[in-house]
């Protein structure tokens, strides 16, 4: 089998046994290109590959300047790849099986203040043109704030998981996990108010012959619903309008701030793990660093010798 062969089984491997997203998946591909490409340049390929080819591809990675996190996500996705293929039976032997990847630099999540997010939230009642896209972006960005979802996960909520007010909504995420998210108050009027409209775009749509969506965020383009880029622009856009410095706010922030304010007012670490979807609990003690002005306002007022 060629090269090319051997990351396309790989990849199907992937989808099917592990339910790897398509974005997860096109990773990999072009991790492994990179690595096949280097491997070709030297007159080598997958199936001749050995340690020392896999340590000096990763030398290679250094020089180029790539960050550890990058160069950490190459290695693993060829680690992946070898040991499929040594599963597989298509190599005798796992050339990368012993290689320790560069670690990750350990930064603290950007996050928002709950004043830069309620000027967020309050842009989005604001923005668009029509009010059903006012009311669109301000659902939006409630239900990102308070479920603290992957932009993913957002833009593809089908119809069916926000029916009925809910007070919980189901989450499907990495891998096809699912989890069950409570929905703040604000987020369940933010909800009904879009259902109501989303409904009324249904039906006249249904009255020219289109077929209904089944995402709660529909769009006319390929995907079928909003696409992420479409939300990054969006979210810009708000901060922009609301007076937050654009630098700081990305999809992926709003989640930073839920998991933040909720563990900074006293909620539970495990529960933070299981509203993100984080399959390991050290993935989530990242965002234990606002505990620290609450642990000093702790030791100050209740310790006897702080309070001598």
Known sequence: MSDRHWIAAFLDAQAAERGA??????????????????????????????????????IHCDAQGLAKSTRARRLSAIKQLYRFCFEEGFRADNPAVQISGPGRDKRLPKTLSTQEVDRLLEAATAH???????????????????????????????????????????????????????????????????????????????ADGKAASTFLFPSRGKSGHLTRHAFYVLIKELAVEGGVSPAKVTPHTLRHAFATHLLA????????????????????????????????????????????
């Not at 072009?30 to 390929?45: H, Y």
């Not at 984080?278 to 003690?285: L, Q």
């Open 265 to 308: 007012n006293g909620a539970d670490l495990r529960a933070i793990q299981t509203f993100l979807g984080h399959a390991d609990v050290s993935t989530t003690e990242i965002y234990t660093h606002v505990l620290e002005e609450r642990l000093k306002e702790l030791v100050l007022d209740h310790h006897p010798l702080a309070r001598d």
């Open 21 to 58: 997203a398509t974005n997860t998946q096109l990773a990999y591909a072009r991790d492994l290109a990179d690595f096949t490409d280097w491997l070709a340049g030297r007159a080598s390929s997958l199936t001749a590959a050995q340690k020392a080819d896999v340590e000096n591809y990763l």
């Open 128 to 206: 668009g043109r029509t009010a059903a896209d006012r009311g669109r972006n301000t659902c939006l960005m409630h239900l990102l704030y308070a479920t603290g979802m992957r932009v993913s996960e957002l833009v593809t909520l089908p119809l069916s998981a926000a029916k009925g007010d809910p007070r919980m909504l189901l989450i499907r995420g990495k891998g096809g996990k699912e989890r069950m998210v409570p929905l703040s108050p604000p987020a369940r009027v933010a909800l009904a108010r879009w259902l109501e409209t989303r409904e009324a775009m249904e039906d006249a749509a249904r």
